[in-house]
């Protein structure tokens, strides 16, 4: 069993020993207090020969930690780390069922991002893990490579839709309140789980629409176009990787920026114009549900891989839809990237820089590069094999360029490491050509 390394982009979140196969979260929460009583159960295997582990908490409260049942030697909640003392040594493979009861009322953690994690909206909640909010709510090992499948439980007051990943399992009204319950099969990095809480009307457009009643007409119509981008991209990348239906939500708040978690994204209200003027945003963060929440990097100095696929996919978009070719956006991206300054390594950008535009656009311009390089029937092979190949599984740069050259049948490290791993911005091969239209 192997464990990833820490991750540098995420000093002081070091291995804790465990490899966790699902996470059982129990969550009674009040809206109008932040009030959050919880229990998680944790469904672990050591990874190597232990007599302590360590989970992720942030802000909150622990009354009682078990494991199998037992009370460990000793606990201790310091700093954001859970470290649990079993008193005796396990080898690694063993299997540690641990209980953890907590509370509070939690609050985003402040990093190099701003504030990520479980945010108080006017009315409701949002949970926005990417890329280490997810301990602001439960007890988790919190690595994008460690991914477990997930059941999650919450009771709230009755009024409120109360959205989590995966599919709705129930709905129990008790005096006032309503018990959700949902079950995420499909491993999930804990960064991509989320709740959302919030006075929603529920819709299917094509897919699922979570939205504030005076915002209907304009989501109907700003998100009206998703089972079309859904076709591109189940024809471009595969079969939607998840069993429940992709649902979209649209907070009655304005936010910075969408948010995506696995087999959902999170809108503000003010992404909703009634001209659907930030559709390639909702492109965008439909195509993260196969590249990042199917595949998921194990280490964040490849987060090209998510918001460079994610990236062309709006190009792909815009191709199909009528818009700029993916071509003429290449084009114009370079010319843009060209004027800045070429000091980004893509492939290990530094944690403060992982979500620098430039890192999405040439992440794209890679795409494209290779599009132009192999042409459309291998490139297309290359995506989809990619993404069924590594089907809720873990992935790297050096993934990529093996399953890349295979199917394309030549070595292509040269070329992705020119615009992966080196900061001076290389032409687009045979520059003066163009890309046909998408059909």
């Not at 696929?309 to 991206?333: D, I, K, N, V």
């Amino acid at each position: 069993m192997t464990q990833p390394p820490e991750d540098p982009y995420l000093p002081g979140r070091p291995d804790g020993g465990l490899s966790v196969d699902r996470y059982e979260l129990e969550l009674d929460y009040r809206v109008a207090t932040n009030r959050l009583d919880a229990r998680a159960v944790v469904h672990a295997r050591a990874s190597r020969t232990l007599d302590r582990f360590a989970l992720s908490l942030h802000g909150l409260r622990v009354s009682q930690v078990l494991v199998g049942g037992k009370r460990p030697e000793r606990w201790a909640l310091r700093d954001g780390r859970l470290t649990v003392r079993l008193g005796r040594e396990v080898l690694a493979g063993t299997s540690l069922l641990i209980e953890v009861r907590y509370g509070g009322q939690p609050r985003p953690v402040r990093g190099p991002w701003g504030e990520v994690g479980w945010e108080e909206l006017e009315d409701g909640l949002i949970v926005a893990g990417q890329p280490d909010g997810a301990p602001t709510w439960f007890p988790c090992h919190d690595s994008p490579a460690d991914k477990a499948a997930f059941s999650v439980v919450v009771t709230a007051e009755a009024g409120y839709e109360v959205l989590a990943n995966g599919r709705l399992v129930s709905r129990t009204p008790r005096a006032g309140r309503v018990r959700w319950a949902y079950e995420q099969a499909e491993p999930m990095a804990p960064y991509l789980a989320t709740l959302q809480i919030g006075r929603y009307q529920r819709l299917l457009h094509g897919t699922q629409l979570l939205v504030p009643p005076r915002l209907l007409a304009a989501a109907e119509h700003d998100l009206g176009r998703q089972p079309d981008m859904m076709a591109l991209f189940e024809e471009r990348f595969g079969p939607y990787p998840f069993a429940a239906a992709y649902t979209v939500v649209v907070t009655d708040d304005e936010l910075e920026i969408p948010l995506e978690a696995q087999g959902l994204s999170v809108f503000g209200a003010n992404h909703l114009d009634g001209r659907r003027g930030s559709e390639r945003l909702v492109a965008h963060e439909l195509a993260h549900q196969w590249f990042g929440n199917s595949l998921t990097v194990g280490q964040w100095r490849d987060i090209w891989l998510h918001e460079g696929f994610a990236c062309y996919a709006e190009w792909l978009w815009s191709e199909r839809s009528g818009g700029w070719t993916a071509h003429r956006l290449a084009r114009s991206a370079r010319a843009r990237l060209s004027l800045l300054p070429q000091d980004l390594v893509i492939g290990d950008p530094g944690a403060a820089a992982m979500f620098d535009d430039r890192l999405y656009k040439r992440g794209a311009l890679t795409l494209h590069a290779l599009r132009l390089t192999v042409g459309d029937d291998l490139f297309f092979d290359i995506l989809r094999t990619w993404a069924a190949r590594y089907r809720h599984g873990t992935v790297s740069t050096e993934l990529f360029v093996a399953c890349a050259s295979e199917v394309a049948g030549t070595p292509l490290a040269l070329l992705v490491e020119s615009w992966v791993y080196r900061p001076a911005l290389p032409e687009l091969p045979g520059s003066s050509g163009v890309v046909p239209r998408l059909g």
